[in-house]
């Protein structure tokens, strides 16, 4: 079946360092999520790319789609201590259901 | 507007047991979707329902997980003759239906069931 892996699993930064995670799945996906999970809460829904060699930024936050459709990746600049959490990326194969998540990189951001 | 609604947030349960967990997804959210997550990993997928249906319950480990939408709006997720393996935070999800995919998923806080 899909497969999602996230690299690294944990990233600690300095406080206005940048910060990426990469996420790679073993099959073509039809689109993808990122999530932000900060400790003890929930998935938070950032963004869905859906277009090869698709590029979407929030701020501080870069988000970039391959060309082959395989694999994203989540810059951060100049990293904040309110950047803490898990970020998750959740791809999907199909136009629509079930998405596979990745288990995810912890930042950790030292003020 | 109220987000997604799950109950109860802790359920503490016997080994044999039978569970149930609730789902009040957003009001107009057509996609509904159970994931459960254990520490460390990411939500693992159980079942998705579009409307009333059950689009695609690939993710439900065995015969003892059932869940049903009936009016398409609440969901209830069934659990049978409960195992130790079950103990996880188990998530509810929602989204507007979207063509090209599953779109703006939001999730609710979740529901911690341990297994005694």
């Known amino acids: 079946g899909q497969q999602v892996m996230q690299i690294p699993q944990y990233q600690h930064v300095q406080e206005g360092e940048d910060f990426t995670t990469y996420c790679n799945s073993s099959?073509?996906?039809?689109?993808i999520q990122w999530y932000k999970q900060r400790p003890g809460g929930h998935p938070v829904f950032l963004i869905q790319l859906v277009k090869s060699g698709e590029v979407k930024k929030q701020k501080r936050l870069t988000f970039q789609f391959g060309e082959a459709k395989k694999n994203s990746s989540l810059h951060i600049t100049a990293t904040q201590t309110t950047d803490v959490g898990t970020y998750f990326c959740a791809g999907s194969d199909t136009n629509a259901g079930k998405s596979t998540f990745g288990d995810g990189t912890t930042l950790t951001v030292k003020p | 507007g109220a987000g997604v609604s799950q109950t109860p947030s802790n359920k503490v349960t016997e080994k044999g047991k039978y569970v149930e967990l609730r789902c009040d997804p957003i009001s107009g959210h057509t996609a509904l979707y159970w994931y459960r997550q254990s520490l460390g990993q990411g939500p693992e997928f159980l079942i998705y329902f579009q409307g009333t249906g059950a689009a695609d319950d690939s993710g439900l480990p065995n015969d003892r997980f059932f869940a049903v939408r009936p009016e398409g709006s609440v969901s209830t997720l069934k659990i049978q003759r409960t195992e130790r393996g079950d103990s996880a935070v188990y998530l509810c999800a929602s989204s507007l239906w979207a063509p090209l995919g599953t779109g703006a998923a939001s999730f609710g806080s979740g529901t911690r069931l341990t297994v005694v």
């Open positions: 099959t073509t996906l039809s689109n």
